[in-house]
């Protein structure tokens, strides 16, 4: 019995964990002026190529390839640091704040960096890149301290008994 009540405190957890993360990323992209220009410019990019193919009387696809990609690295980049961390710690009965907080934050950070496989040296880019990569950091480390604050707090207590 305690093993369903913790896999329902543990969804209930990751189901408001993720939601958070996202909040937090989008806000930091908005509220950061080097992030604001390029997600500016992105739009941007992508609303012209929608409108140029629409304008050529083609169907667009180059949109739902768009959405398409952003809702699979959405959700690696959302979904998947906080489950690996909750299942992890769930199964070690791990309770550290450091290690859902950091944990999750650390492991959404470097999946990008691990998802291209290498560093690029440069001056302006690997600024630009380091800001992204504490942006991501930040998103994933409240999506952790979510999931620590409904669950992960009492992930190896034993139960009460009345």
Same mark, same amino acid.
């Given at each position: 019995?305690?093993?369903? #009540?913790?896999?329902?405190?543990?969804?209930?957890?990751?189901?408001?964990? *993720?939601?958070? #993360? +996202?909040? *937090?990323?989008?806000?930091?992209?908005?509220?950061?002026?080097?992030?604001?220009?390029?997600?500016?410019? #992105?739009?941007?990019?992508?609303?012209?190529?929608?409108?140029?193919?629409?304008?050529?009387?083609?169907?667009?696809?180059?949109?739902?390839?768009?959405?398409?990609g952003l809702?699979?690295?959405?959700?690696?980049?959302?979904?998947?640091p906080p489950?690996?961390?909750?299942?992890?710690?769930?199964?070690?009965?791990?309770?550290?704040?450091?290690?859902?907080?950091?944990?999750?934050?650390? *492991?959404?950070?470097?999946?990008?960096?691990?998802?291209?496989?290498?560093?690029?040296? #440069?001056?302006?880019?690997?600024?630009?890149?380091?800001?992204?990569?504490?942006?991501?950091?930040?998103? +994933?480390?409240?999506?952790g301290l979510?999931?620590?604050? *409904?669950? +992960?707090?009492?992930? +190896?207590?034993?139960?009460?008994?009345?």
């Amino acid at each position: 019995m305690r093993i369903l #009540g913790r896999l329902l405190l543990g969804s209930l957890a990751l189901l408001l964990a *993720i939601p958070s #993360g +996202g909040a *937090i990323l989008l806000m930091a992209l908005v509220l950061d002026p080097v992030a604001s220009v390029w997600l500016t410019k #992105g739009a941007l990019a992508g609303l012209d190529a929608g409108l140029s193919d629409l304008a050529a009387g083609l169907p667009p696809d180059s949109f739902a390839w768009v959405l398409a990609g952003l809702a699979k690295a959405s959700f690696v980049l959302l979904a998947v640091p906080p489950a690996l961390v909750a299942l992890v710690g769930e199964t070690l009965r791990w309770r550290g704040l450091l290690w859902y907080g950091a944990g999750c934050g650390l *492991i959404t950070a470097a999946l990008p960096w691990l998802a291209r496989g290498a560093v690029h040296p #440069g001056g302006t880019a690997l600024a630009a890149e380091a800001r992204v990569t504490a942006i991501l950091f930040l998103a +994933g480390a409240g999506a952790g301290l979510v999931y620590w604050l *409904i669950a +992960g707090r009492s992930a +190896g207590r034993p139960p009460t008994r009345a």
